[in-house]
């Protein structure tokens, strides 16, 4: 997978890839920042990066007024905009999201679209689910 051996170099093809499922797995308990930080950490993000990126990340999805909270405070929307950050914390090669929709309001829904647009306009892979095809024709 994009050059590494699956079953040899399995932690070098995770690096690869930002996973979303369509049930929002972060824990309730940790905050939106502290979530960001430790898988940027398991994805071994550089300290300078890992900040660079949550500035990025959390200012296109909004959610930089929320970095403190815990994640049992948030929406049902705003969990989903904060695990799409995380999801994109190590600037995967390989973007596979399950219903990244699911949950937003229309407005946001197209701002995740055409973040995912950018991304594969800078030669990424993006795989969504068929329901987001179908939902808005993108991607």
Known sequence: MNGYEVQKEPKKVRTQIGFLTSDIKLDEQFTVDYMFDFFGRLHEVEKDTLQQR????????????????????????????????????????????????????????RGVTDYLKKLRNEGKLIVVSPILCRKHKTV
Do not use: C, W
């Not at 049902?76 to 950050?85: E, L, S, V």
């Open 54 to 109: 949550k500035e990025e990340l959390f200012s296109y999805f909004g959610i930089e007024g929320f970095a403190h909270k815990q994640i049992k405070e948030l929406s049902t929307g705003m969990k989903q905009k904060a695990a799409i950050a995380v999801s994109l914390v190590h600037d995967p090669r390989i973007v596979i999201f399950d219903e990244p929709t699911n949950g937003l309001d229309i407005i946001t829904a």
